[in-house]
């Protein structure tokens, strides 16, 4: 009979040889990336492209028939596409910081490890790095689904010349976090009120009687907890993995369907994927049945608006900026139509950017 020994030998010779294969083809497929790149180049066309990357994605997780996990199909080709587009053009990303928020968590999940991610302390100077050309492109969250719209970020389109080239959706998920990664360890619980508060029943449950300590960010608590044994903070998972913590228990909110759904800000518009969301801001006339006329337009069409909001104009008491956000791209027959019907009854209108649907 075989010893194991012999029989793993065996199977990782077979694995070696299947990841000299991979590696190969990943050289090719960075070569082809390299072309892609030079001929963008050639027609001054972005190297960014949010659409394909979903395509990509969508293409291979519907054809894998495992035991690979989906999951990680789309984790290892988002990582693969991140080191392409570096050799295209290495990207530069400026978020919402500090660094383990969830907006970097969105950053790294949206462009992966090659690009150069860079903490900003405010959504406006994000939006500023991106407008300069110090950055890329910008994230920045604009609305949870148990806060509801940051209103910071919608504001900022109206003084902002930027767009919105693509959307990310992420489940907000809260990890115990500490040195040692065991619950008996546990004298003090840190992290920011907001966090406190979604995980508040876990907390009853499982730690009663520990001391809950607020934090000015979710990221200075895991700080905290990696100076300090006997502190559990809740932060993300990328918290833990830059403050060296291990999870004590993960996914500790309450409300398990709490999503956040950030913004790629930059400067040009995206082209149409036929997956597509716009988003138009914009002001009425102050009229009798204005509210009215201003959606028939997408009625008549069968136009799915997917979000409105209204914020107040600063300079103007009790007047209003709409925020819309439709199915579509700007350039459908349908939605352009609909946008130029939309226009005519307004005072000021912007499209503020077509983009990749995200699902
Ligand atoms: O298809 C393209 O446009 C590419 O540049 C290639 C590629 C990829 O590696 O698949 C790289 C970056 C883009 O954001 C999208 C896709």
């Known amino acids: 009979m075989e010893t194991v020994e012999k029989v793993l030998a065996e199977l990782r010779r077979k694995i070696d040889g299947i990841d000299d294969q991979i590696l ?11 072309q892609i790149g030079q001929a963008k180049a050639g027609q001054g066309l972005d190297f960014y492209n949010p659409g394909r990357e979903l395509a990509v994605f ?54 992966g490890f090659s690009a150069q991610l860079v903490a900003l302390k405010s959504i406006p100077a994000v939006f500023e790095e991106v407008r300069r050309g110090r950055a890329d492109f910008g994230v920045v969250p604009v609305e949870n689904t148990t806060e509801g719209i940051v209103s910071h970020t919608l504001d900022m389109f109206v003084e902002s010349d930027l767009v919105i080239n693509a959307e990310i959706l992420m489940e907000i998920s809260h990890d115990l976090l500490s040195v040692s990664g065991r619950m008996e360890d546990v004298g003090r619980v840190l992290s920011h009120p907001q966090a406190l508060a979604q995980c508040r029943h876990w907390l009853e449950e499982n730690l009663a009687d520990v001391p809950l300590v607020d934090a000015p960010s979710t990221a200075m608590a895991a700080r905290q907890a990696s100076e300090d044994p006997g502190i559990a903070a809740i932060a993300s998972e990328i918290a833990a993995s830059l403050y060296g913590l291990r999870i004590i228990k993960s996914k500790i909110q309450d409300n398990t369907n709490n999503l956040t759904r950030f913004l790629v800000v930059g400067r040009t518009l995206s082209p149409r994927t036929g997956q597509d969301k716009t988003s138009v801001m914009f002001i009425v006339a102050d009229q009798p049945g204005i509210l009215c006329r201003m959606l028939e337009p997408f009625s008549r069409r069968n136009i799915n608006l997917t979000k409105i909001e209204s914020r107040p104009i600063k300079s103007k008491a009790w007047e209003y900026v709409f925020f819309l956000d439709l199915e579509g791209h700007a350039e459908d ?7 130029a019907d939309l226009q005519s009854c307004c005072r000021s209108f912007k499209i503020l950017g077509s983009y990749p649907r995200c699902r």
């Open 333 to 339: 027959a349908a939605v352009s139509e609909a946008l």
């Open 24 to 34: 190969s083809l990943l050289n090719q497929r960075a070569l082809v990336a390299q």
């Open 58 to 111: 969508e293409r291979l997780v519907a054809q894998n028939c495992g035991p690979f996990p989906a999951d990680a199909v789309k984790r290892v080709f988002r990582e693969i596409i991140s080191a392409s587009l570096s050799l295209e053009q290495p990207m530069k990303v400026a978020f919402l910081g500090p660094s383990a928020t969830f907006t970097h968590q969105a950053a790294q999940k949206q462009f």
